[in-house]
């Protein structure tokens, strides 16, 4: 997992007096599955404190902003409207109501959420995505369209008419 990684940037900014903290890693990440070596790209994600959207506009972290960032992500990738976030299963240190799986054409992908209040009295979201899972979903049919041979021609014509003359006339 980059979970791990990613938290202890977190708490090196924290023991800096930094508490706004929005980092992102994209790694290979090793496990074991049935006596196999299994390895896979992951995208982890950590957001706390507030972040800034535009001048002078500050906003607190929550799960409905990594929620967004994740459905930017994955619309962007081409899997528009073919994911969810569901409740399938308790994940381990997490906040139970507020974490999530994604599930991206049936098939889990990764997870978002809070960690437990137990673990960080602060409200720390996090996210891990695995990529190469994600990948061998494949995008599928994209819709696109020809760039035109033909440059467009924008007019902008007036016409100066007496008062007397009515609109249906003109048309």
């Known amino acids: 997992s980059l979970i791990p990684s990613l938290m202890e940037i977190y708490e090196y900014n924290k023991a800096r007096n930094n508490k706004d903290v929005n980092i992102f890693e994209t ?4 496990y074991k599955e049935n006596e196999e070596y299994v390895q896979n790209d992951h995208l982890g994600i950590l957001m706390t404190g507030t972040y800034i959207d535009g001048v002078n ?3 607190n972290a929550d799960y409905y902003y990594i929620k967004g960032i994740i459905e930017n992500i994955l619309d962007y990738l081409g899997y528009n409207k073919r994911y969810d976030f569901t409740i399938e299963q308790t994940i381990k240190n997490m906040h139970p109501y507020q974490t999530a799986s994604i599930i ?3 098939k ?3 997870f978002l959420g809070r960690i437990h209040p137990s673990i960080y009295k602060d409200n720390v979201y996090i996210s891990e995505i695995n990529l190469t899972e994600l990948r061998k979903i494949g ?3 994209m ?3 020809e760039i035109s041979k033909y440059p467009s ?8 008419f007496d008062k007397e003359v009515l609109s249906k006339d003109i048309i």
């Open 27 to 30: 790694g290979e990440v090793f």
């Open 57 to 59: 506009n500050k906003i």
């Open 104 to 106: 991206v054409n049936g």
């Open 108 to 110: 889990n992908v990764g």
């Open 139 to 141: 995008v599928g049919n």
């Open 143 to 145: 819709k696109h369209k």
């Open 153 to 160: 021609i924008k007019k902008d014509v007036s016409f100066i």
